[in-house]
Structure formats: C-alpha cells, structure tokens
C-alpha cells in the first residue's frame, strides 16, 4: 500500500501543473519547471524543496507523446465540458495537454507542489474520485498537518483525537506529525501544556494507528530500545556529516563550517538546501519506518558497519521534508533537548490511556484519574521499563489492570533503590525515631543486580541497567553454588567488591576498575569479587518488590548460604542507640567500608525502584570529616590557566544537571584537589570536547574561556552551599533569581560509571542547601558574612 | 520456472560490475521479452536502467514474469567465479527463494553451481518514457572514462555544455579549473572511434562528478557510449550492449551554486 501511494501521487503533480497546460508544444523543448521556486512556497526552505528532476522528464516526455498524437477523440468530451477551478487529476487525460481554449484556465489558482508525484502507468485510466482524493497530495497534507498540529495545544478534555490526523485509520502515522509536535513543544516551557501536546499526540495515534504507538513512544523517548538491551545507535557527529554532505550534494567542510556556526547538526540539516536534484522524491517517512531503520542502525555491526549506518541515515535524510531532517538528526544524536523528560512522557501516556479507556474502570474511590493514571504508568515502568510490553498491555488491557499486566520479570532489571545523604549519626536517630532500622556497611565496589532465571540463565546488570554480564563471568558461574536448593529464581540487589582471598580484605574501588569490561575469560580474571548481597527483590516467581524489607531480609537470609570472600550478606546491626552505631560507622570506615546505609525495616520499607527515598539514608566517612555530600557534576567549560599551569586549564566550571528543563546549570569554578599529573589528564581529555559555543541547554552566566561538550562526570566533595547571584544552580527552587554555589569544591574522582544526564540533579542541590540551612542557621549567616 | 543461457558470460560480470556500487540490492524482472533492472541509488539522484534482450540469450526460457530481488554485491561474488570464457545459465522455479547461476566452461569439463538467496525489496517501477533532447553526444566510451577520471582529480561537479563548437566538460576545484573540449570528428578509420554531436540547442548542466564516475564502470560493455542532455532533465548516459540490449544511467542535474546563493536564506 505504501509502496504504491507514491507512484500515484507523481501523477497529479505534473498533470497540475498549470504552465504545462499552457504551454504551446512547438515551445516545449525551452520548457523549464523552475524548480528552485518552489522552495519559496516552503517556509522552511530545505531538502524538501529539492526538485524532482523526473516529475520534469515525465511531464517533458508527456507533453511530446501529446504533440505526437494530435486526435482529441479518445478524449472524453464530457470530461472536458466540467472543469473544475482547481484541476482534478483524474479529469485530465494525457491528450488534453495540448493547447485547448477551454482548458487552461481551469489550472490557473493551483498552487506549484513539489512533492506529490505522478505515475506514468496510470495516467490513461480514469481513476475514481476517492482515489484522487487520497492521492490528494503530500504536500497538501503535510500543509493541512501544519494548519492543524496547533490544536493539540487544547486541553484534553476539549481535544478530539480526530481533528488532526490527516492520515486514514490504520494507515502508517507519517514522521511528520512527531516532527511537528516536538516543534510545538520546544516552544513551550510549561510542564502541563507540554503534557497536554505529548497527551493529544498520543491519542491521535491510539484513535488512528494504535500499532504504531509504541514506535512513536519511543522515539519521544528518544529511546531504541529498554536499556538492559544494549542497544544504541553509536552514531558519531562524523558520519551524520558524511550522510547529510551525501544527501544534500554538499561538501563535508561545508556542512562543517555550518556546524560550527550553527552549532547543531539539527538546524544544519534543516537549513540545508539541496543542490542536488533529485530523480524523484522517496515515499513519505512514517514513525515505523523511521523508528525501524534506527534500530536496524543500532544493530550494524562489523565489517563496513559505519558505511552501512551512514547509508541508512542518508536514506532516512533523502526522503525528510519540512521539520523533519531536524528531528530526525537530533533523534539520531538522541539529544532530542526539547524541554520534556520521560516522566512528562509516562504521565502523557498516562493520561492518554485515560482517555481511550474502554477495557477497565477506575477504582471507584479515585477523585483525579487522569493523575492516578500518570501515576501508575509511572510506576509500572519503574519496575518493568519495557515500552515494547507496556504500550500493547495499555492498548488491550487499559490503563487501570496495568499493574497486574505488568509487573516485575527476572531478566529486565529495574533501577536500584538509591539512598540520600545525611550529616552524622545523630541526624539519623532523630529522624528514625520510634521507627526500627537497619545499619548497614556500604560497600565501595559496583552495585550489582543478579538475576536468576528459571531456566538456570544468570544476568547481571549495571546501575544504570546495562548487561554487565559478560564482565563478570566468575559471578555468573558461582552465583547457583550460594542458593539454596530450593530457590528456583531470584532478583538479587548487591554489591560487587574487590576482594582479597588470601587477606581476606576488602580492596578500594579503583582495583575494581581496573577489570577488563566485556568479554573477561574466567581465566584470566586478576582481581577477585565477593559478592555482598543486601536485598532480594524476587524469589520463586514471587516478586518482593512490595514486601517490607524486615521479611525480604528474612527470605534473603532463608535462600542463600554465605561463603567467606565470594558471597557474603552485608554487615548489618540493629540498633538504635547513637554510640553502638558510631562505632559500627567507625568499624565499617576501619574494613574499607565507605560508610553505613540505614534503612528503615518494617515501616514504609517496601523497594522503590530507582527512588532516592529517604527510607534509605547513607552515612559516608567524609561527612565526619566536614558538612555535605559530594556531588557528581559535569565540567562545562574551562578558564586557561596562568604561571604554573600555562598551557593547561587552571580551573573548570562546572555544573548539575536540571531534568525538568533538562538544561546544564552551572553551580561552580574548581580549580584544586588535582595532582599536577591529573589536571594535565584532565586537561587533555577534555580539549577534545571543545565546541565554539554554549549549548543551548546550558545555562550560565559566567564567561569562560572555552566551552565543553558535555562528557565527564566529577565527583566533587564540598564544605557548604551558598545562594549565588553568580551561578545558575537550582534557579527558582530556592530563590527566585539566584542559583545555588558550593563553597571549597575538591575533585574527589572521575565518575566513570554516569552519564553527564546522571549527574546531581538541581533538586538534589537544592535540597542540600535546604538541609544544611535546616542544620545550622546560625554558621550559615557567618559564613555569608565573610 | 526460468532458464537463461548466456554463451558470453563475462557480459553478465561486466553488468554487475557496472551497476554494484550504485546500486546495492535490487529486483531484476524477468518477462518473456527480455532480463531487465531497474533501480535508485540511495540517494535518489541516480536510476540505472538495464535491458538485456532474450534474443541475446542462446536459451530463453521464463515461463511467467518474475521479479528476483538481489543483493547486487553477493550476486557480484557469485559471478566473480566464474571463468571469463564460462557461459552462465540463469535458473530460479516460480516461487522459490534462491536463483541458481551455473557456470560451464567451454570445453564441459567444469561445471558449478551457485545459489544465492533471494531477497524482498520493496521498490517503485517508475515507467520512463523515451524524450527529445536538445543535444545528443556520441563518444568512445574509453574517452569520457578517461575525462571523468581526469575531472575527478581536480573537482566534485562537472559541467556539460553542448555548443555550436563541441561538447564541453568543465570543473573547478582548491587547486583550480579544468576544461575538455571535443570536437565532432567523424573522419575515423573505425565508427566507434567517431564523436558525433548533434546539436538542436545548446545546453548546460552541472553534474556530480561521483555519479559520472561510477556510470564509467559500464566502459568494458560498449567502445561507445551516448549523453543525451537537456535542460533540467536527467541526463541519460548510454551504453549499448551489442544485439542485446542497453544499460542507461539517468543523473539528476544539480543546481547551480550561483543560482542557489541568489535566494534568500531562511
């Protein structure tokens, strides 16, 4: 079907034509379609405009066969009595297109299009008006999507999900209805409006083409696939620039230099105006042939693979009209950076669902649905971030049975409970009074989830729900040696230490990572893990997400059998008087702990995937030492250095992350805590990420000397934090108009296990500078004074 | 079912050579007329359209019209064993998944067989109707081989312009400009050695010159090849494969720079 809609589409356009029409034969060899204005028709003025140099051959070759056969008798007179003001395609047969007093005026009013395309082998037999109609021109509908896309700005209780879509049921959802709603939305800033746009996009497609939801999730999510797969696109900026240089007829340096001024291959795409011509333009793009060539993309590998991705990008770029080629290369950079976060995404979808909602009620006790349904998508894809099941058990088994449909499966892992940070032991027994907790030694190693199928297969993964399988091949095989015979399966939350066998000593985090990453042969392993193992989120087919941690505590201690230096259970005390826990604090610091999780055990002790709750607290040694936490931040930019540091950078700004606008903001200058050897390391990793420009999604007031892309994350320790004019941290969180900046930053280490998007986030920040003020009033007004 | 029997089988490894780097997979069509291709490159700026008559196969055989979607680059391997002096039999069944290329050498003391898989691909057969154009250029094909080789060196476009004077390959590059012309010469020992141009208006038309050069993969196929241009057309550039039929290579022009910076950018 889709492969045919082009081919008739070329028919009408150089039938529309009305120069054609006009046009004596005998001029016809000077006839020039002028295809460069047709470009002044698009607003935007890119590689949609290209001409087809074909729709030119064919109607050239039309006009001649016209001029050959002179007999108008084949010629339907009836056809030819009715002109319409704007010519129908179906009305116009190949011989009218001699000269005919009656004709030509009819096509006058008919705007030039440069994109629908006519096909030769129709063209003899009359078609039926519903046929014209759907070939009714791309452009014509890519011009009725623009005038409408405005109306998915409407609330949704007020939106029909017909209005907009110009695509019939159960057609493909053309790639333009996304492009034209992440324009929308990147013109906007307020969370509610942006959910009401991702909302109504989604029920458009639910009332349309609801296969192709999940395609479209995705790539709103800018996302290939659930993370735990692996599966990235690994697209340079340099084979973007080979595809696009290839796809419009210009030169690499060209496309450069407009990066550079430009400073996103997006806008560079789309400012790109061919010139090159084409034969004829590909079919419309469509979200599942997009979504679909991406994963195709992702999964290249080998021999040629850069080739063969640049091929496919080039093939995607052709056949991009309008907005489009912007999206298309910010989805492939995946910096879409349109201002919304996945949350607003799931609450969308949420809402969305409401709307369709025609499989199961709402519990009737529910006074917002629309919120409790955001609520649930939320959490149901905190536990099973899998959009491949979540969209079709929404589609089919609506939104409210959502978490019965889907719930936690070994094999898919689910963030891990994270903890927040507290000042001192004292903190802790205020704030867990009456309630029992648990202390327990934090480990310095790589959290870790082990998952254990029924089938026997093991998998283990990251934080940040990698497959880190293949690096830990010894953990893999011992793993069934610990569980006890009767546990079929389980979902495993710990900690992978370095450990000394023959000491029996736990060994610093930096052994750890000197591991080799993939492919480790058990042979070969150098540095040996024990496997401290805190909490059990699944057992037997049972997921324990939602038991209190005092009975997963008991079943994890119920299935597993401790072995000294391989697989131990975390170092735990119940206790709740402040001397016994400072001392077991000490004694955790003491075996090269760094320092104690408490969590609470048997009150608001459920797992909260990927949730920094304060139900967990962690307590590190360098708190004692001075106030705070550290703080992972990314540098954005740099200061040349002077005297002794001439040649290197002196000193980097750097700055958190804001997942709301999903901007950098910059918190800080750090300019100590480097050895000589590690700011010149520093220093040279990053003078390869220099760009000419801020990105627009930095937010920063101070002037630099050179600009970062972003690409490392630093651990930083600090004494306080302070309301800034200055710095742009957390920004209308605390203060209006100030941000937020730290006081007496030190480099601790390079985080090699975040992404920049993982850094501390500006809420965090501000919820630092919130709790020290809460601590100490007093110190913090001398502090300002100074 | 299908059988083609071509006594010169090195024609067949010359086509794929032509064609395999333009084009990366595409459906050959079968009828009882004659063994044809056509497709795009992925850019849709070039269509290679081949034609191989069954007049000029020794044995003919397609029972029902059929369309093979290959992968030009394995058939190419396939192909690449066969001897030069081999004949090549062509065989699929009506609904299969493979095709089978059979080699035999011209004594009949080797026989091979190759199958290679099939593979769906989506395509739109465009119909090309046969134009006028304002110039045609009749030329040895080794020559303007050799003139794209020697453009490519200096420049990435090529300009074509047909005068009064002759036929005219210009391009510009960093390290500065080249200009060919040819004249009509038909006083020649042998015809294929003749540039003929026939002129009913001038025309100029720039080219990317990458596209050209692949097309010149096509010289082992015809000692000559014919351009025809005209304005804001494709240009065809022709190679007559002898008693057989033809491969034609349609480029869409590329418009010109100055024109370009002329209009407003937005």
């Known amino acids: ?786 | 079912m299908l059988e083609l029997r071509l006594v010169q089988g090195s024609l067949l490894k010359k086509v794929l050579e032509a064609i395999k780097d333009l084009v990366n997979d595409a459906n050959f069509d079968c009828s009882a007329t004659g063994f044809s291709l056509q497709a795009m490159d992925s850019s849709h700026v070039a269509l290679v359209a081949l034609l191989l008559r069954s007049e000029g196969f020794e044995h003919y055989r397609c029972d029902r019209n059929i369309s093979m979607g290959m992968n030009l680059n394995n058939m190419s391997k396939m192909l690449k064993c066969a001897g030069n002096d081999d004949i090549i039999t062509i065989k699929a069944d009506d609904g299969g998944d493979t095709v089978t290329f059979m080699f035999e050498s011209p004594t009949q003391d080797k026989i091979s067989d190759f199958e290679m898989k099939l593979m769906d691909i989506d395509s739109e057969h465009l119909g090309i109707p046969e134009a006028e154009y304002q110039s045609i250029v009749r030329m040895p094909s080794a020559e303007f081989a050799r003139i794209c080789k020697d453009l490519s060196s200096i420049g990435d476009t090529v300009v074509i312009s047909v005068t009064k004077e002759g036929v005219k390959f210009s391009t510009r590059g960093d390290i500065g400009t080249a200009n060919i012309v040819l004249r009509q010469n038909t006083s020649v020992d042998k015809p294929e050695e003749a540039t003929i141009i026939e002129m009913n208006e001038p025309v100029s038309l720039t080219f990317a010159l990458r596209y050209m050069s692949s097309f010149t993969k096509a010289t082992p196929l015809s000692s000559t090849v014919t351009i025809s241009l005209s304005s804001e057309l494709p240009v065809v550039v022709e190679y007559k494969i002898a008693e057989m039929g033809h491969i034609r290579f349609y480029l869409a022009p590329k418009i010109e720079e100055d024109e370009d910076e002329s209009k407003p950018q937005v």
Not at chain 1, 320 to 345: M, N, V, W
Not at chain 1, 502 to 524: G, H
Not at chain 1, 610 to 630: A, C, F, P, Q, V
Request: charged content about 25%; proline content about 7%.
């Open chain 1, 1 to 786: 079907m889709l492969t045919l809609r082009p081919s008739h589409l070329l028919r009408c356009t150089c039938l529309s034509r009305p120069f054609n029409l006009l046009i004596p034969p005998i001029s016809s060899l000077s006839f020039r379609p002028k295809p460069l204005s047709l470009s002044s028709l698009n607003p935007y003025s890119n590689m949609s405009s290209r001409p087809s140099a074909f729709d030119a051959l064919m109607s050239n070759a039309r006009r001649l066969a016209a001029k050959k056969t002179p007999s108008s008798s084949s010629s339907p007179a009836k056809k030819r009595k009715s002109p319409s003001p704007t010519p129908n395609p179906n009305a116009i047969d190949p011989t009218e297109l001699k000269p005919d007093p009656e004709i030509p005026t009819a096509g006058i009013e008919k705007p030039i299009n440069d994109s629908p395309k006519p096909n030769l082998d129709e063209t003899e037999k009359p078609t039926d008006s519903k046929k014209a109609k759907a070939a009714g021109s791309a452009s014509e509908r890519n011009a009725e999507l623009k005038g409408k896309i405005g109306l998915l700005k409407k609330k949704p209780a007020d939106f029909d999900p017909k209005t907009v879509a110009c695509w019939g049921k159960g057609e493909r959802v053309p790639f333009l209805f996304p492009s034209l709603a992440f324009d929308l939305i990147s013109n906007e800033t307020g969370r509610i409006v942006i959910t009401d746009i991702v909302c109504n996009m989604l029920r458009t497609v639910i009332d349309t083409t609801p296969d192709d939801l999940a395609a479209t999730v995705y790539l709103a999510a800018n996302k290939i696939a659930p993370a735990h797969e692996g599966l990235e696109l690994g697209i340079g900026d340099a084979s973007i620039i080979k595809a696009l240089a290839e796809a419009c007829g210009r030169t690499e340096p060209h496309i450069k230099t407009q990066y550079k001024e430009k400073g996103d291959l997006g806008l560079v795409a789309q400012a790109s105006r061919s010139s090159q011509s084409m034969m004829r333009r590909p079919a419309p793009l469509t979200v599942v042939k997009v979504f679909e060539s991406f994963r195709l993309i992702a999964k290249e590998s080998g021999k040629d693979s850069q080739e063969k991705k640049k091929n496919r990008i080039k093939a995607l770029l052709v056949a991009a009209t309008d907005c489009e080629p912007l999206y298309l290369i910010r989805l492939l950079q995946t910096k879409l950076r349109i201002g919304f976060s996945e949350q607003t995404l799931l609450a969308a979808l949420g809402q969305a669902a409401v709307y369709n909602e025609h499989h199961s009620r709402p519990p009737p006790n529910i006074q917002s649905p629309l919120e409790e349904a955001a609520k649930i998508v939320k959490q149901v894809f905190s536990i099973l971030p899998v959009y491949d099941i979540i969209v079709p058990a929404l589609l089919t088994g609506g939104v409210w049975d959502l978490p019965k449909t889907c719930s936690f499966t070994p094999g898919v892992p689910v963030g891990p409970m994270l903890a927040k940070p507290t000042k001192g032991v004292a903190e802790i027994v205020n704030k867990f009074q009456d309630i029992d907790f648990v202390c327990e030694y934090k480990y310095d190693g790589e959290r870790a989830q082990i998952h254990y199928m029924e089938n026997g297969s093991v998998e283990i993964y990251s934080r940040n729900a990698e497959r880190n399988t293949g690096k830990f091949p010894d953990v893999v095989s011992a793993i069934t040696r610990f569980k006890k015979s009767s546990v079929k399966s389980f979902v495993l939350d710990c900690e992978l230490v370095a450990y000394d066998r023959a000491q029996k000593k736990i060994l610093p985090f930096q052994i750890l990572s000197t591991r080799a990453r993939k492919n480790v042969v058990v042979s070969e392993i150098k540095v040996d893990v024990c496997i401290f193992a805190f909490d059990i989120l699944y057992l037997n087919g049972q997921s324990l997400l939602h038991e209190q941690l005092k009975v997963r505590k008991e079943k994890l201690y119920d299935s597993f059998e401790e072995e000294s230096g391989f697989f131990q259970f975390a170092t735990a005390l119940t206790s709740n008087d402040l001397e016994e826990i400072q001392k077991f604090l000490d004694s955790a610091v003491s075996s090269s702990c760094e320092g104690l999780i408490i969590k609470t055990l048997d009150r608001d002790a459920t797992y909260e995937p990927s949730k920094r709750s304060l139900n967990w607290l962690k307590l590190k040694k360098d708190y004692m030492e001075s106030i705070g936490d550290t703080l992972d931040l990314v540098p954005i930019a740099a200061f040349h250095g002077r005297g002794k540091r001439t040649g290197i950078y002196g000193a980097f700004l750097l700055a958190c992350y804001d997942d709301t606008n999903e901007e950098f903001q910059s918190i800080c200058k750090i300019g100590t805590g480097f050895s000589e050897a590690q700011l010149e390391e520093r220093s040279a990793s990053l003078r390869s990420k220099v760009i000419p420009e801020p990105k627009s999604y930095y937010r920063c007031e101070v002037k630099p000397d050179v600009w970062f892309e972003t690409s490392e994350v630093w651990e930083v320790k600090v004494a306080d934090l302070t309301i800034s004019p200055v710095y742009s941290a957390a920004i209308g969180i605390v203060d209006p108009a100030k941000g937020i900046s730290l006081r007496f930053p030190r480099l601790v280490r390079v985080r090699e296990d975040k992404t920049p998007e993982q850094a501390t986030s500006s809420e965090q920040v501000a919820e630092m500078y919130n709790a020290q003020k809460h601590n100490q009033t007093n110190n913090e007004e001398d502090g300002e004074d100074d």
